[in-house]
């Protein structure tokens, strides 16, 4: 029986404050609550429409400048396609100009240049005519550019 006046007084003291509002004689007055609340929505609302509209002249730009960044590397992959094939070109003349002299001369001309436009010559070359020209090269020199034509030479990226 005690155990049982117990629990109740405990029931009733610890009873939560809207069931306490609800019984006769105690009053919360919930105007002046919502309305703090609501004056607090409606200024984070407008926070947000402020931040929603920032961040979306944000993108705006954004986007404009992405467009403009493509237009651009679409120009220079456009200007190095054609400045690739014009030094093609150039080569491939340059090639069958060393093709048409005599290897002696050709060895000393294609030994003057740098590596690279070496090897790049030389493998545009018919194999003949590249082998004769490379017998007449000094051993360091051919071994480079075979070197180079093997891509021995070149760094190898890590990713």
């Known amino acids: 029986m005690r155990f049982f006046f117990l629990f109740l007084i405990a029931s009733v003291l610890l009873l939560p404050a809207s069931a306490r509002a609800a019984q006769p004689g105690y009053k919360i007055n919930t ?3 919502s309305g703090q609340q609501g004056n607090e929505l409606k200024a984070r609302e407008e926070a947000l429409k402020i931040s929603e509209q920032r961040l979306l002249a944000l993108k705006k730009d ?3 400048r992405i467009a403009r960044y493509q237009n651009l590397l679409a120009q220079v992959q456009d200007a190095l396609k054609l400045y690739q094939a014009a ?5 491939q003349r340059l ?4 093709e048409t002299m005599p290897p002696g001369n050709t060895a000393q ?5 740098d590596l690279a436009t070496a090897v790049k010559i030389m493998l545009m070359m018919k194999p003949r005519k590249a082998a004769a ?14 070197n180079g034509m093997l891509g021995i030479g070149k760094k190898i990226p890590i990713r």
Not at 95 to 98: A, D, F, P, S, T
């Open 31 to 33: 105007e002046d609550f």
């Open 109 to 113: 001309a294609i030994s003057g240049l």
């Open 62 to 64: 954004v986007d404009q």
């Open 133 to 146: 020209v490379m017998a007449q090269m000094s051993p360091e020199k051919a071994q480079a550019i075979s």
């Open 87 to 91: 030094s093609n070109q150039g080569i």
């Open 95 to 98: 090639v069958k100009v060393y």
